[in-house]
């Protein structure tokens, strides 16, 4: 399974912006894709996830109301609409993404990753 993300960059805060991760090599409908992010000198947190299987939906406390996670199945993408972000959004943000239903909600969970993209909220 490969995962390419897109998107992110430095924008001010209360700003918005989208990433967008591509995935391959599976079978699309059989994976849980999640976003996880990690600031400088912090642990990975798990920010979102779905499973499109079941449709549901997982959003970390810290962005409930804010981030929105959707797919696209024509496109085999999941994307990440970020809103109001704050400057303790800012971190490197990883899709990821693992076999089966089970909607994942820890960074823990996760056995395939995209390579990062970052997200500057000043």
């Known amino acids: 399974v490969q995962l390419v993300e897109s998107g992110g960059g430095s924008v001010q805060a209360g700003g918005s912006l989208r990433l967008s991760c591509a995935s391959s090599?599976?079978?699309?409908?059989?994976?849980?894709m999640g976003w996880v992010r990690q600031a400088p000198g912090k642990e990975r947190e798990g920010v979102a996830a779905?499973?499109?299987?079941?449709?549901?939906?997982y959003y970390g406390d810290s962005v409930k109301g804010r981030f929105t996670i959707s797919q696209d199945n024509a496109k085999n993408t999941v994307s990440l609409e970020m809103n109001s972000l704050k400057p303790e959004d800012t971190a490197t943000y990883y899709c990821?993404?693992?076999?089966?239903?089970?909607?994942?909600?820890?960074?823990?969970?996760?056995?395939?990753w995209g390579q990062g993209t970052q997200v500057t909220v000043s």
């Open positions: 990821a993404a693992r076999e089966g239903p089970t909607l994942r909600t820890r960074s823990t969970d996760y056995n395939y």
């Open positions: 779905i499973s499109p299987a079941s449709g549901r939906r």
């Open positions: 090599g599976s079978i699309y409908g059989t994976l849980c």
